[in-house]
């Protein structure tokens, strides 16, 4: 089969046209893909930063983790009445849980130690067959295209499941730092749950898409142009709860500053750098900081079910395998927003 891979950390992707098929063994599923996302945390797998997660030496390494397709074969024990060859389906990046260590007794499979991290620890999306686990593949509705469900998988799953950390009730305020992939999505997934929202980035294309969405944002901020405390005095509603959907090291300390006391400042990005989170916060107006990312199956099926009950939108740029390199120069363009999707094969 035709994929990418990384043969060497920290060199481009090589694209090889003889990669052996992979064969599900028992309890997995094997995907045809029809599309895949490319997210943020590609940089870091190129990197190796994720290596020492690895079970086996993951080299060469097929990258993505939002893989979608259609299921192509079923391993011993599946249950084949539920999955059915050719049907539509994309997966959570973990699989082949051992359903016995204490995070999948807890029930907390994302957490499972021996799972593999499909383009993460373990072959990814970026290739004609992927393998899965039954248990974190989620049946897509014909209504959402292959190309707009890719980013759902992680960019989706992760913000929706951030901004259930935050444990607002309908008519809680929440600001969203970074509207790029994960926020413009983010903020639509906010409104449908009943909450005001408001979006800020330093840039102004996310804003300016996030201004276009067909579910109206309560604010929108440049925080480039406006301090902290001019959004504090002009925001009419205090901001319960933060989502931090960006690596920009200001915005942790604006999400920190912006947010009321017993606030809860939920963290998706993943900087280089430490957060710098000052005593103050923690002790003087008891700030609550939490990490996210993923979600569990169930909360991703329940993400896909709005996504599809709302028609809400993501905005992708779809790329052929071939223009890998094109893609990723694109993503760093400062006017870049929306989402970055390989389509490798066409939906028929
Ligand atoms: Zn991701
Ligand atoms: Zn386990």
């Known amino acids: 089969m035709r ?15 003889s990669i052996p098929v992979p064969s ?66 994309g997966c959570l990046n973990y699989r082949d ?13 994302k957490f499972c130690t021996h799972a593999n991290l499909a383009g993460v620890t373990a072959d990814g999306a970026f290739a004609e067959y992927m393998l899965a686990s039954p248990q974190s593949t989620i049946p897509l509705p014909a209504s959402i295209s292959f190309d707009n469900a890719a980013p759902l998988f992680c960019a989706g799953a992760t913000v929706y499941c951030g ?69 504090l005095a002009k925001l009419p509603f205090e901001v319960d709860a933060a989502v931090v959907a960006t690596d920009a090291i200001p915005a942790y300390r604006y999400a920190l500053e912006l947010t009321r006391k017993h606030g809860t400042v939920v963290v998706l990005g993943q900087p280089k750098e430490d957060i710098p989170v000052p005593y103050f916060q923690l002790i003087m107006r008891d700030l609550t900081i939490k990490g996210s990312v993923l979600s569990s199956p169930e909360d991703c099926q329940d993400m896909i079910n709005m996504f599809a009950e709302h028609n809400l939108e993501v905005r992708t740029h779809v790329y052929k395998m071939e223009e890998i390199s094109k893609l990723i120069e694109d993503t760093h363009k400062p006017e870049m927003s929306g989402k970055m999707v390989v389509r490798i094969a066409e939906e028929f």
Not at 3 to 17: A, C, D, F, S
Request: with cysteine.
């Open 163 to 231: 901004l259930l950390r935050c444990a607002l009730s309908p008519g809680q305020a929440v600001a969203i730092l970074g509207c790029g992939a994960l926020g413009h999505l983010g903020v639509q997934f906010a409104k449908v749950m009943g909450l005001r929202v408001v979006a800020i980035d330093s840039r102004q294309a996310p804003l300016d898409l996030c201004a276009t969405l067909s579910h109206p944002l309560d604010k929108c901020i440049n925080s480039s142009l406006t301090p902290v405390n001019d959004a």
């Open 97 to 109: 849980m051992c359903g016995s260590c204490k995070e999948c007794k807890a029930g907390d499979l």
């Open 3 to 17: 994929g990418l891979q990384i043969v060497h950390w920290g060199e481009p992707y090589v694209l090889n046209t």
């Open 24 to 89: 599900p063994a028992k309890g997995q599923l094997l995907i045809k893909i029809a599309s895949a996302g490319y997210c943020h945390t590609e940089t870091l797998v190129l990197n190796g930063d994720f290596a020492r997660l690895a079970l086996r030496d993951p080299l060469p390494q097929i990258p993505s983790h939002e893989p979608t397709g259609w299921v192509a074969a079923v391993g011993e024990g599946v249950d084949g009445e539920k999955w059915k060859v050719g049907m539509r389906v």
